[in-house]
């Protein structure tokens, strides 16, 4: 809730006398990437425009800014009405302003990414108009760029707007922040095995990473804890489960 200021007479009365009309005033969006690895992929949620402009393409879920909203509030709105999901990890990632960004009028957009377990996702299942893309960036490294988005034959889907930059952007991020953030840990359950972490680690990386030695350093990172439990139902030796020991998880 925004705190109300005390203001004086002066400052009422010039407030009261501003006419806000003579500047041009641009629209204000939030998009948001919802990401998760399934089938050991990053994979993003789109959603298939069925208006112009750009109408047959994929975009990320958006909306426009309400004039009393802030991003934030703006940004969860537009993941519970498109995705269903509230209470996961949302935060800010930039803004995007190229004066010809959208063609309908001056359109800045405030990025967000959010993360959830693939077991959160429902969204994408049964409806025609939302899938879960799997992220493809022809980058190594944080070095960023674009990111495609491909369908289940792994071929590439158009994105509307800006929407590519955006889907690299957020692979950067990801990447950059893999090792000094327990960002990893927001796309697992509450208890996971180091192989499941792993396989989180290499999705963002996109490449595979030694195990012997990505075990050690997670073991040694004290972000993890064991629970004293095992998988169950496995074809294979049960794994230890561990969980998160920072962020809420408990």
Same mark, same amino acid.
Request: hydrophobic share 40%; charged share 25%.
């Given at each position: 809730?925004?705190?109300?200021? &005390?203001?004086?007479?002066?400052?009422?009365?010039?407030?009261?006398?501003?006419?806000? &009309?003579?500047?041009?005033?641009?629209?204000?969006?939030?998009?948001?990437?919802?990401?998760?690895?399934?089938?050991?992929?990053?994979?993003?949620?789109?959603?298939?425009?069925?208006?112009?402009?750009?109408?047959?393409?994929?975009?990320?879920?958006?909306?426009? /800014?309400?004039?009393?909203? &802030?991003?934030?509030?703006?940004?969860?709105?537009?993941?519970?009405?498109?995705?269903?999901?509230?209470?996961?990890?949302?935060?800010?990632?930039?803004?995007?302003? =190229?004066?010809?960004?959208?063609?309908?009028?001056?359109?800045?957009?405030?990025?967000?990414?959010?993360?959830?377990?693939?077991?959160?996702?429902?969204?994408?299942? !049964?409806?025609?108009?939302?899938?879960?893309?799997?992220?493809?960036?022809?980058? &190594? !490294?944080?070095? !960023?760029?674009?990111?495609?988005?491909?369908?289940?034959?792994?071929?590439?889907?158009?994105?509307?707007?800006?929407?590519?930059?955006?889907?690299?952007? /957020? /692979?950067?991020?990801? =990447?950059?922040?893999?090792?000094?953030?327990?960002?990893?840990?927001?796309?697992?359950?509450?208890?996971?095995?180091?192989?499941?972490?792993?396989?989180?680690?290499?999705?963002?990386?996109? =490449?595979?990473?030694?195990?012997?030695?990505?075990? =050690?350093?997670?073991?040694?990172? !004290?972000?993890?804890?064991?629970?004293?439990?095992?998988?169950?139902?496995?074809?294979?030796?049960?794994?230890?489960?561990?969980?998160?020991?920072?962020?809420?998880?408990?």
């Amino acid at each position: 809730m925004t705190e109300k200021r &005390s203001r004086s007479p002066e400052e009422q009365a010039f407030l009261s006398a501003y006419d806000s &009309s003579q500047f041009p005033h641009p629209s204000v969006t939030v998009d948001v990437a919802l990401v998760t690895v399934d089938e050991h992929r990053l994979r993003a949620l789109l959603i298939r425009r069925t208006e112009h402009p750009d109408r047959g393409k994929w975009s990320l879920p958006g909306g426009f /800014v309400g004039m009393d909203e &802030s991003l934030d509030a703006a940004a969860a709105r537009v993941l519970e009405a498109k995705a269903g999901l509230s209470g996961i990890f949302l935060e800010q990632l930039y803004t995007f302003g =190229r004066p010809d960004r959208d063609p309908r009028t001056r359109v800045i957009s405030v990025a967000y990414y959010a993360l959830a377990p693939t077991a959160a996702l429902d969204v994408a299942r !049964g409806d025609p108009a939302a899938r879960m893309a799997t992220l493809d960036v022809s980058w &190594s !490294g944080e070095r !960023g760029g674009p990111a495609r988005a491909l369908d289940e034959q792994n071929k590439p889907l158009p994105l509307a707007f800006d929407h590519a930059t955006i889907l690299g952007l /957020v /692979v950067q991020r990801l =990447r950059g922040k893999l090792n000094y953030a327990a960002i990893g840990f927001e796309l697992l359950p509450k208890t996971f095995a180091l192989r499941q972490l792993q396989t989180i680690h290499e999705a963002i990386l996109g =490449r595979r990473v030694n195990k012997d030695s990505f075990r =050690r350093r997670m073991l040694a990172s !004290g972000l993890i804890a064991p629970t004293g439990a095992h998988e169950s139902e496995t074809g294979h030796r049960p794994a230890e489960l561990y969980r998160f020991k920072r962020s809420g998880r408990t």
